[in-house]
């Protein structure tokens, strides 16, 4: 494993306007953002740019970095992961979650009022390469990605970007994700405990997380069920015939269900209807764009549902949703639109390399399905057991990855490491008297489990006030707060 200090530093301005008094602050020039097309003026620092992860392949790794808007030298450093596999870190966390910015219109950028870098300076990774802006020469790269790769790739850029950033070398570190973040960030950060590089990791956080395949898609249906989507019926047959966890991993292995379950998986779907969004199920707004996008996780099924559907004459939901993508208006569609432009382009020192566009998820990179039933889980107890604390959350509103797993998942984790309930399952208030949800926390803020209420998928995007008080107590080391 490269060392930082093998990496090379030239480009690196160090400054100090009082030396005796003051640190040294130093940062790469030539990643130094002036000013993103359409952006408030802003006191806080930007930086943009690549880390090459392989010399030989020409394999980089394209991040997005905002300094804390206030006293950034005292504020921690927090590295995000967004999920998929596939997703775009910069084009999801940053500009459609918890970044400074959200795209308005065309041209326009406006202020985040929740932007988590208002407690922390960010760190936004697109990984692995061929997500985002980030790439590989060597298109072969993109016909076998895994777990391991993306850990490993991932480390290194770290190890590159420390080198650029010296002076975050010892500053306190948090990685968080979401969704197959729960399979990133676990593996990264025990990565970093297990290479024992001098990286200052005192916590991680993932939100909807994949954790363990049976729990995880078992959970969809009960959260149907109890949610009104599908009939007592059709959820006395799934108990019965099969869940959903078979039927997606069916469709991974491209085997056919059985005629039990195909015929029960057909009536689920009737029951289901194609209007209603899976990722956030009271949303009002149904963004197509971002269905098909995010349906990264359920690529696999997509030619099955077809194959099943058609013959009884029931609409193809990501059929129906391509036709319809380019009439439908979403933030999604709106950060594409920008970050597909020239000038911002330039302006975030960016560029495409065997793509012609940027998207939000990548559907080409073929990330190795059979990774998606590691469990994670236990990988997070190693965590724990180390010292490093852990929060797991749920946007209450999302069907893919239900917190009612979730929730199972790390009670039986807590259990299997011996920790005690130190705060018992009680909701949390956003302000006063609204509440923000749910939590449960173990041993000495070891492990906290929390529900954002009325958040989708990607809690943040739907719920920024309350994903945002999430935030910040975790990084204090708090519990969330009571009435």
């Keep these: 494993m490269l060392q930082p200090q093998q990496w090379s530093v030239v480009g690196i301005i160090c400054v100090s306007l009082l030396q005796i008094f003051m640190p040294v602050e130093c940062f790469p020039i030539a990643d ?23 010399e030989k392949q020409q394999r980089a790794l394209f991040y997005y970095f905002v300094e804390a808007e206030a006293q950034p030298a005292s504020k921690p450093l927090v590295l995000w992961l967004t999920g998929g596999p596939g997703c775009s870190s910069v084009g999801g966390g940053a500009f459609l979650e918890h970044g400074p910015f959200k795209p308005s219109g065309d041209k326009l950028l406006i202020r985040n009022e929740y ?14 390469a061929g997500v985002g802006f980030s790439y590989s020469a060597n298109k072969s790269f993109y016909n076998y990605v895994n777990d391991e790769i993306t850990a490993r790739d991932s480390l290194i ?101 059985s005629p039990a379950c195909t015929f029960v998986f057909l009536q689920r779907q009737k029951e289901l209807n194609n209007t209603v969004n899976v990722y956030n199920v009271i949303g009002n707004d149904h963004c197509l764009e971002k269905q098909s996008q ?18 009884h004459s029931q609409p193809n939901a990501l059929g129906e949703q391509q036709a319809k993508e380019k009439e439908d208006v979403c933030p999604e569609v709106t950060t594409a639109t920008y970050l597909n432009r020239k000038d911002v382009q330039q302006a975030l020192h960016s560029r495409l390399v065997g793509v012609k566009q940027w998207t939000l998820c990548n559907l080409v990179l073929k990330y190795d399905e059979r990774d998606r039933e590691i469990p994670t889980i236990y990988v997070v107890g190693t965590l724990v057991k180390s010292g490093i604390r852990a929060l797991v959350y749920s946007g209450d509103q999302d069907s893919v990855i239900p917190f009612i797993g979730t929730r199972k998942l790390v009670n039986q984790l807590a259990k299997l490491l011996g920790l005690k309930t130190t705060v018992p399952y009680r909701p949390w208030f956003e302000g006063k008297q609204v509440v923000g949800g749910w939590t449960q926390v173990y041993g000495n803020m ?3 489990f929390a529900t954002v209420r009325g958040a989708s998928h990607t809690a943040p995007e739907t ?3 309350r994903s945002f008080a999430l935030f910040k107590a975790f990084l204090a080391g708090k519990p969330l707060p009571t009435s």
């Design 32 to 54: 130094k953002i002036t000013s993103l097309p359409g952006q408030p003026k802003v006191a806080f620092q930007q930086f943009a740019g690549y880390i090459t992860v392989d």
């Design 115 to 128: 932007s988590w870098n208002k407690e922390a300076n960010m760190l936004y990774l697109e990984s692995p």
């Design 157 to 257: 850029f770290l190890q590159g970007w420390f080198a650029k950033f010296p002076e975050y070398q010892k500053r306190d570190f948090f990685i968080g994700g979401e969704s197959y973040g729960g399979h990133y960030v676990p593996q990264l950060a025990q990565l970093i405990v297990q290479s024992k590089v001098k990286i200052n990791l005192k916590g991680i956080f993932i939100g909807n997380p994949l954790l363990e395949f049976n729990t995880d898609f078992n959970s969809v249906d009960e959260y149907y069920w109890s949610h009104g989507l599908i009939s007592d019926g059709v959820y006395e047959l799934l108990t019965k015939v099969c869940n959903g966890s078979e039927i997606l991993r069916e469709a991974i292995t491209r085997e056919f269900l």
């Design 294 to 311: 995010m349906a990264a996780l359920y690529e696999p099924l997509s030619s099955r549902i077809q194959a099943l559907l058609s013959p």
């Design 446 to 448: 070891n492990l906290s």
């Design 463 to 465: 719920q920024p006030q």
